[in-house]
């Protein structure tokens, strides 16, 4: 089936813009976590949707950042201002929620802040 | 605090030489250790767990709570085993802590 997939791939935009991002998720995963990779950097913990609970978003670096997930499908990570520190590639991974799952991730978004 | 270091940004192996990638992580709680692998090109994908104490494409990995480790190990590394190896943690809140990335090449 399919895996969980991310748009757009590449993102270039000019400081002080808002951008967004989209993360559909494999069908049935109840968890769904946004992930941020900056360059020769490992991967930072952002926000983690499970189910019907509030979401974890002690992992956002600012108020900048926000992100929705309607249900258990499509998630969108919100960056509003966005500064030249926020680019990286923001990866997106899914997973059953249950103990042990394995998450299957994305192929990132690459977004780059001029 | 949470934290997972791989000291090493690159390692070199010959082909058919054992290979081992360090990973040290600092938590107060049970911890679930994870080692995930980018092949270029290729997503990141879990590569094996300890709690499933499995040998994955000949890679092995134990967790030593005393010196909170929990290496990468491969007797006889091949082309193939090239990429890019990531530690991970995972918290009992479900989060996930990586660490920085281990750029492994075998050298043929």
């Known amino acids: 089936g399919a895996g969980v997939s991310q748009s757009p791939s590449n993102k270039v935009t000019e400081k002080g813009k808002d951008v967004e991002l989209r993360c559909d998720p494999i069908?049935?995963?109840?968890?769904l976590y946004w992930y941020r990779q900056r360059l020769g950097q490992g991967l930072e913990f952002l926000i983690y949707?499970?189910?019907?609970?509030?979401?974890?978003k002690s992992g956002l670096p600012s108020d900048r950042f926000s992100a929705e997930r309607t249900g258990e499908s499509v998630s969108t990570l919100t960056i509003q201002r966005t500064q030249q520190e926020d680019s990286a590639v923001y990866l997106c991974?899914?997973?059953?929620?249950?103990?042990?799952?394995?998450?299957?991730f994305g192929p990132g978004t690459r977004l780059t802040v001029l | 605090a949470q934290r997972v270091t791989q000291p090493e940004k690159l390692l070199s192996v010959f082909k058919g030489a054992p290979v081992e990638l360090k990973c040290n992580y600092s938590y107060s709680g049970s911890p679930e250790l994870f080692w995930y692998v980018q092949y270029s090109r290729q997503r990141l994908q879990l590569l094996l767990r300890h709690i499933s104490r499995e040998s994955i494409k000949g890679f092995t990995a134990d967790l030593n709570k005393g010196e909170t480790s929990f290496h990468l190990k491969k007797p006889f590394a091949q082309e193939e085993d090239s990429a890019m190896y990531y530690c991970a943690l995972r918290t009992t809140g479900n989060q996930f802590y990586f660490g920085t990335g281990t750029s492994l090449t075998v050298i043929p």
């Open positions: 069908s049935g995963h109840t968890a």
């Open positions: 991974a899914s997973s059953k929620g249950l103990p042990d799952a394995e998450q299957f």
């Open positions: 949707f499970q189910g019907n609970s509030a979401p974890d």
